[in-house]
């Protein structure tokens, strides 16, 4: 029993180690991107965002994106149907797309995103799609443009920080939680990319046959970053396109809504999933080891446990300096929350479990009035 106390101590140990290896490359990249997207080619582009009824901050932020600072863009707007759109929300230079009830076998959005592709004005080089709970600052749209610039780089994308204007524990930990996933986020393949912040080159999305990757599915973005990947090129990461969601939630909507992703994950992408149950578990194993043995007078393992321990709490702090670097529009809540964002880190690492943990058992999710059946797809 002690032996595997000690075990999983040094797994965590090693886990720690490797976490924390390439912030300074990432800070450099972060460094770069944020200066070189003003001067990047700014191709034709079209951003569509689906609308599904309505929801806290709705207004701002459709009105971020009508205001890009973007020399040809297009807003789209689409839903599936009038009941879901509130038209006095949307700004008025936005173009309205009523999708319809498209394929029954494909989820609403990406059905939503069929129809509005299928519209975009003749010439529109550029697809970029947002999600309609965000802000977006005025050089979004840029900093897509200039990671796919990037060489050999088939999609861009952003991801998004929880910045919650009326925090509560809830809340707070739910940007605990996500912003695990931003940290990863850098350099050279990133894992998928985000659809809330995604943008294709038009000839591109028809050449990997994205459509046909789409058909059947619930995720418009694991499914787009599958095509990507499988054609051999790179999801480039934009530090400029990172997203704040301003909302808050409860505790049993933290709860369902982070097993609801990681359930997606699980189906979509199972070696990230896999990769979150095991690394999480020892975490949270070596916290209860680290603390038993001390307890029991190891002066070694409460050495482990506080070295665990700072090199997450490093971590979190160097992915709050990065975002509020590519975010400054938002210091003022990194200034006001980031020690209470910092303190909830171990419990965001037990969060990760039980979002993980919860994932592998069933095979629906419940999104939007919607109750959907997960399924592998083969490539198309």
């Avoid at 079209?46 to 009105?63: D, S």
Wanted: with cysteine; hydrophobic share 50%; charged share 15%.
């Amino acid at each position: 029993m002690l032996g595997l106390l000690w075990i999983v101590l040094g797994l965590a140990f090693l886990l720690s180690l490797l976490s924390v290896r390439g912030e300074a490359a990432r800070e450099r990249y972060y460094r770069e991107m944020l200066a070189r997207q003003q001067n990047a080619p700014a191709p034709k582009a079209a951003v569509i965002v689906p609308v599904k009824g309505l929801e806290e901050g709705l207004r701002e932020n459709l009105a971020s994106l009508a205001s890009l600072d973007y020399p040809d863009y297009e807003l789209i707007v689409v839903a599936r149907s009038q009941s879901d759109l509130p038209g006095w929300l949307v700004p008025p230079q936005a173009r309205v797309i009523l999708a319809g009830p498209g394929d029954p076998d494909t989820s609403e959005k990406i059905n939503n995103l069929l129809a509005a592709v299928a519209q975009v004005k003749p010439g529109t080089e550029l697809l970029a799609f947002a999600d309609s709970d965000g802000q977006v600052a005025p050089g979004w749209l840029r900093a897509l443009a200039s990671a796919l610039a990037e060489p050999d780089a088939g999609a861009a994308t952003g991801y998004r920080w929880h910045l919650p204007q009326r925090p509560n524990f809830w809340s707070l930990l739910r940007s605990v939680w996500n912003a695990v996933i931003a940290g990863n986020m850098g350099p050279g393949q990133n894992q998928f990319a985000w659809g809330g912040a995604m943008a294709i080159r038009v000839e591109s999305f028809h050449s990997l046959q994205v459509p046909a990757w789409w058909k059947g599915a619930i995720s418009d973005d694991y499914r787009l970053s599958q095509a990507v990947r499988a054609a051999g090129l790179r999801i480039a990461f934009a530090p400029g396109a990172l997203v704040a969601s301003v909302d808050s939630t409860s505790g049993r909507e933290f709860l369902a809504w982070s097993r609801r992703q990681m359930m997606i994950t699980r189906f979509y992408a199972p070696r990230l999933w896999a990769v979150a149950l095991t690394a999480h578990a020892i975490y949270c194993g070596a916290m209860v080891a680290g603390a038993w043995l001390a307890a029991n007078g190891s002066f070694a393992a409460a050495g482990l446990l506080a070295f665990n321990l700072g090199a997450g709490w490093w971590k979190a702090a160097r992915r709050l300096a990065l975002a509020r670097l590519a975010m400054p529009e938002w210091r003022t809540w990194f200034d006001r929350y980031s020690k209470l964002h910092l303190a909830l880190v171990p419990a965001g690492t037990w969060a990760w479990l039980w979002s993980a943990l919860s994932a592998g058992f069933g095979h629906t999710i419940h999104w939007r009035g919607y109750r959907l059946t997960l399924r592998r797809l083969p490539s198309p």
